[in-house]
């Protein structure tokens, strides 16, 4: 703290830290000297290099496939060519548990180890409970938030470098937590206050991250292009894609923008209407931001993947009122969240996985790390509004048992769907049932039944997406959203229609994005939660009485909620959960309302 108030330093050495290690020594002249480091972010790999890497990471990684392919033929053919007895279903059971346990295992150690795009790939398979044993995503849950951590010398040398060209952290921080927020594959966060008093969040790439990263990216594009015509799935398209989202990813200056944006977007609907943000987004402080460290809005709260631990070291046990009413208002929130973005603005998070939501007092909901983001076109928005609604007609039908609109009604769902450009095995895209269902395993409703006997199951033999070889991102971008909105109505056994919260706005945007429009980001909004629209003026430019009276009846409704919630926690306990599962029930009547109503 000296050296950093100290202006009458004699000189200042430099050394330099390469790719992690930390090298720091304090040189004392006439006063405490600091000694600024240089880091140095290393070059691309070179082809060799990079090809060390795939071939140390499949040397790994094929032993715990062959393994599973090795049990399937021992348990098919063992009894019938090797005279091994036939197991029991328990046996089995046990035998997998036991795999999965082995494999789980040696595939999370790899990762932890060779980290770059890999730490990615369990990032995503720890989010889907649905399709993998639980060895692997509570393994791989880890990966979420918790790599190991950069030591705090090589932190402050980066942030000192990038920010503050070489002067100490003094000079802009007041405090600055040695002790990482989060550790992520390709940077870490810390908290720390500002000169000013303002709390922040600092997020750092790591030094030697990048080239790990665009290296495995490379690989995955080279040898996916060499086995094009073999592989089921066009994975080169897949992973070019991913590769132009991981250079968005590494550029925190892209970031710190779409921060905006997507504060914008969800901040107003497909009309284009202010209203109450549903979600918080972090947003830049200042132009404190370079390509390698971003500045931003300190968020309080937990992740997502812990809610349920900090739930429990409160008292709130899984499945009581307050934790059912608390899921609804987190479901509630992300889905109007993540409608306005797809519907209104067209500019989407692109990373919705549990660890970047975060979950505050009350069950306030905050979206972060906006590195992954995606503009979508005019025309693919009315295209997902026409596929939403789609799915929607759909359904009637089937409920109905309506034969006449269920054949119609299948032919408009597989033309919306078609009309993305998915391309399936054999050209079967042109078959109804397959390009319906494709559509109905992202948009239908928890339960529908997908038509052509084909599974929801994406790791089914029976699953539509199975024969998928070509699809567009956009598409892949959305189908996380859904998979993410679905997966908690799961986990909290609520019933979730993505058409019902989204169907308004696939209806206004069918009439508002007819033609073109400036986007939000082009126009004079005011930065507040209740924008006046440009319309609600009348001739003489004075402001409409019922215009007023609208947003003060949002205001006025807001203070009741907060008012409301603020009685009922100093209510005896007893008497609460009285009115919390009065609140419960009524809240569950409305939505089976709203279900019918639709269906009819």
């Not at 086995?227 to 250079?247: H, I, M, N």
Request: proline share 6%; with cysteine.
């Amino acid at each position: 703290a000296e050296a950093f108030g100290a202006h009458a330093l004699a000189g200042v050495t430099t050394r330099r830290i390469d790719g992690g290690r930390t090298i720091r020594s304090t040189l004392s002249v006439s006063a405490a000297e600091e000694e600024t480091a240089v880091v140095d972010f290393p070059p691309p790999l070179t082809p060799i290099q990079r090809a060390t890497r795939a071939v140390e990471f499949y040397k790994r990684a094929l032993p715990v496939l062959a393994a599973y392919k090795a049990k399937e033929l021992e348990l098919e053919y063992g009894p019938k060519y090797l005279g091994r007895p036939k197991l029991s279903p328990e046996e089995e059971e046990n035998m997998w548990r036991e795999l999965d346990d082995w494999g789980s295992t040696r595939i999370a150690e790899t990762i932890q180890e060779m980290k770059g795009f890999y730490v990615k790939t369990g990032q995503v398979i720890s989010t889907r409970v649905d399709l993998f044993p639980e060895a692997y995503t509570s393994k791989l849950q880890q990966l979420q938030d918790g790599i190991e951590p950069m030591p705090f010398d090589l932190v402050k040398s980066v942030v000192e470098q990038e920010l503050l060209n070489g002067a100490p952290l003094g000079e802009l921080f007041a405090s600055f937590d040695e002790e990482p927020l989060g550790s992520a594959s390709i940077a870490q966060v810390h908290k720390a206050t500002l000169l000013d008093g303002r709390v922040v969040a600092v997020k750092l790439q790591r030094p030697n991250v990048e080239p790990k990263l665009r290296g495995d990216i490379a690989n995955l594009k080279r040898i996916s292009k060499a086995l094009r015509k073999s592989l089921p799935v066009d994975y080169y398209a897949v992973f070019c894609e991913l590769g132009e989202a991981l250079e968005n990813e590494l550029d925190f200056l892209a970031e710190a923008q779409a921060m905006k944006k997507i504060d914008l977007a969800i901040r107003h609907d497909a009309n284009g209407q202010g209203g109450n943000k549903p979600v918080t987004i972090p947003l830049p402080v200042g132009e404190l931001v370079t390509k390698r460290v971003l500045v931003m809005d300190f968020v309080p709260g937990v992740p997502l993947n812990r809610l349920s631990d900090a739930m429990k070291e409160k008292g709130i046990q899984a499945g009581s009122p307050e934790s059912k009413l608390a899921g609804r208002k987190i479901l509630d929130s992300l889905s109007v969240a993540f409608g306005r973005m797809i519907f209104g603005a067209g500019f989407l998070h692109g990373d919705p996985h549990p660890g970047n939501i975060f979950i505050g007092e009350g069950g306030k909901v905050s979206l972060i790390d906006c590195g992954q983001f995606k503009s979508l076109s005019r025309s693919r928005r009315l295209q997902f509004a026409e596929l939403v609604l789609a799915v929607d007609q759909y359904q009637k039908a089937v409920v109905a048992d309506d034969a006449e609109k269920i054949k119609f009604s299948k032919k408009e769902l597989a033309n919306c769907a078609r009309g993305f450009g998915i391309k399936c095995v054999d050209g079967r895209e042109s078959e109804d049932d397959l390009a319906c269902a494709i559509a109905l395993v992202l948009f239908s409703d928890t339960g529908v039944e997908l038509p052509g006997s084909y599974s929801a199951n994406e790791l089914s033999e029976d699953s539509p997406i199975r024969l998928l070889t070509s699809f567009p991102q956009e598409l892949i971008l959305l189908g996380r959203a859904t998979v993410l909105l679905k997966g908690i109505a799961r986990r909290l056994d609520v019933p979730l229609s993505l058409v019902d919260r989204w169907g308004e706005q696939c209806q206004a945007t069918l009439e508002t994005a007819a033609e073109p429009s400036l986007p939000l980001w082009g126009r004079d909004v005011q930065g507040n939660a209740f924008v006046v629209p440009e319309n609600t003026s009348t001739e003489d430019g004075k402001i409409r009485f019922r215009q007023v009276a609208g947003l003060l009846k949002q205001w006025a409704k807001g203070k009741g909620q907060r008012l409301g919630k603020r009685l009922v926690k100093r209510l005896p306990p007893k008497v609460r959960m009285s009115v919390l599962e009065y609140v419960l029930t009524r809240q569950e009547k409305q939505e089976a309302a709203r279900r019918a109503a639709n269906q009819n």
